[in-house]
């Protein structure tokens, strides 16, 4: 399982290893500019310019890391 992060910052999980997901982007998108990969609840459509980090799952729900700012006590 991969999760991958697009550059609107949304994630998506696909059911293929890194190294397959990594291969399928550099593949040759169709007319439209998109791929699809499997997902979970079905094919998922992606341009491969919008993608900017793959991330390992090992469990579903797992996206990787998360950056956050928390506020300091006054």
Do not use: Y
């Not at 293929?16 to 990594?22: I, K, P, R």
């Not at 992606?46 to 579903?60: E, H, N, T, Y």
């Amino acid at each position: 399982m991969t999760i991958i992060r697009f550059v609107n910052g949304s994630d998506a999980a696909v059911r293929l290893s890194v190294a397959e997901t990594l291969a399928a982007l550099q593949a040759k998108p169709g007319e439209a500019g998109f791929i699809e990969l499997p997902g979970d609840d079905g094919p998922i459509h992606l341009r491969p310019s919008g993608v900017i980090a793959l991330f390992s799952d090992a469990r579903k729900g797992n996206a990787g890391f998360r950056m956050g700012v928390s506020a300091a006590a006054d």
